[in-house]
């Protein structure tokens, strides 16, 4: 299983990005999808979950800001962000959990004015 992750880039706070997150299987296989983020000097931390069900999750920090969703027949997974803020700044890694744990290679999400 691949998965290859794109959108990122520079952003005024305020700003919005999608990410998306292209999987070589069908993406209806996994258990769960998410999106996790790891700025300079700090570890990993989840951003946002959906599973296979279509149940979503997604931590305090971006509640109500970011949307998790996904297109099965393009096996893609998003992640909308809207009213960025600096402290968004991380490079994003999508994650897909069935059968095994797979890791997406990151893509850069800076937001600054």
């Known amino acids: 299983v691949q998965l290859q992750a794109s959108g990122g880039g520079l952003v005024q706070p305020g700003g919005s990005l999608r990410l998306s997150c292209a999987a070589s299987?069908?993406?209806?296989?996994?258990?769960?999808m998410g999106w996790y983020r790891q700025a300079p000097g700090k570890q990993r931390e989840l951003v946002a979950t959906m599973t296979r069900g279509g149940s979503t999750g997604y931590a305090d920090s971006v509640k109500g800001r970011f949307t998790i969703s996904r297109d099965n027949p393009k096996n893609t997974v998003y992640l909308q962000m809207n009213s960025l803020k600096p402290e968004d700044t991380a490079v994003y890694y999508c994650n897909a959990a069935g059968g095994g744990v797979y890791w997406g290679q990151g893509t850069q999400v800076t937001v600054s004015s």
């Open positions: 299987g069908r993406i209806f296989s996994f258990n769960v």
